[in-house]
C-alpha cells in the first residue's frame, strides 16, 4: 500500500542554519504531496503542498518540490528562526483514494 | 475566526470509564475525522463521516464509537479505555473529499490519559 518514509529526528539546528528534511514515498497512483506542521500544544496545520509533479510548493520561507522520478517531496528553508520549532509530517494522498498517510514526523528544535 | 474546537484538551479517565470528547467546527465543512497520534507516531485515522456517512477504517477497535448529530458537532466515544488507548486525539475536517482539495484543518487535540 501507500506510505510515506521521513528522516528521523529529532534534528537540531543553529538558528540561520540551512534546513532539509527528507520525505520519500511509494505510491501506485498519482498522489497529491503536503507538509504539515505541528507547533507545541497545537495541532496540526497545512504548510504547503503539491498536486502534481515538477509542482513547487511554498510558504513561510518553506519550500519542497514533487520529483516523480525520486519519489521525494523533501522540504527546505533557507535560514531557519527559533519559532520554526516544531514536529514537521510529509503526507499524501492518493487521488484514486480519499485516505491521507503520514509520515511519522520529524521533530525540529532550532537553537538561538 | 472560522476554525475546529475541541474539548476538553485533557482528559484524566480510569482503565473501563467511557470517556467522550467532542469537536465543532465554524467551517461548514463536509467532512470531518478522528484521529489518534501516540507518541512519536503518525496520525492514525480512526473513522471519518461525509456529511451524515458514516466511515470506519478496517482497524479501529469497537471500542471506539463517533456520532455526528449535525454538520457542525462530532464526538469520539470510548467506550472501556484500556492503557493502550492513552494518546493525542486529533479532530480535522476538510471540504470536500479526494485529491489535492482535501487539505485538512485540524483542532488542537484532546489528550487522553488512562489510569
Known amino acids: 500500500g501507500d506510505s510515506v518514509t521521513q528522516m528521523e529526528g529529532p534534528v537540531t539546528l543553529s538558528e540561520e542554519a540551512f534546513l532539509t528534511i527528507n520525505c520519500t514515498y511509494t505510491?501506485?497512483?498519482?498522489?497529491?504531496l503536503f507538509w504539515y506542521v505541528q507547533y507545541p500544544g497545537e495541532g496540526l496545520q497545512l504548510l504547503l503542498k503539491a498536486t502534481k509533479a515538477d509542482d513547487k510548493g511554498s510558504n513561510k520561507g518553506f519550500e519542497a518540490t514533487y520529483r516523480k522520478e525520486t519519489t521525494s517531496f523533501h522540504l527546505e528553508k533557507g535560514s531557519v528562526q527559533v519559532s520554526d520549532s516544531a514536529v514537521y509530517f510529509c503526507a499524501l494522498i492518493d487521488n484514486r483514494d480519499d485516505k491521507i498517510i503520514f509520515g511519522k514526523g520529524t521533530r525540529l528544535h532550532i537553537l538561538p | 475566526d472560522a476554525m475546529v474546537i475541541q474539548n476538553p484538551r485533557y482528559q484524566v479517565t480510569q482503565f473501563g470509564k467511557p470517556v467522550t470528547l467532542s469537536c465543532s467546527q465554524t467551517?461548514?465543512?463536509?467532512?470531518m475525522y478522528w484521529y489518534q497520534q501516540k507518541s512519536s507516531q503518525a496520525p492514525k485515522l480512526l473513522f471519518h463521516y461525509y456529511d451524515k456517512d458514516f466511515n470506519n477504517e478496517a482497524d479501529t477497535p469497537d471500542n471506539f464509537q463517533s456520532r455526528r448529530p449535525n454538520t457542525s458537532f462530532c464526538f469520539l466515544d470510548i467506550r472501556s479505555p484500556g492503557l493502550g488507548d492513552a494518546a493525542m486525539y486529533l479532530c480535522?475536517?476538510?471540504?470536500?473529499?479526494?485529491?489535492?482539495?482535501?487539505?485538512?484543518?485540524f483542532g488542537a487535540g484532546s489528550r487522553l490519559t488512562v489510569l
Open positions: 467551517l461548514n465543512h463536509n467532512v
Open positions: 505510491a501506485t497512483g498519482y498522489p497529491s
Open positions: 480535522a475536517t476538510s471540504r470536500e473529499r479526494g485529491g489535492g482539495a482535501n487539505v485538512l484543518t
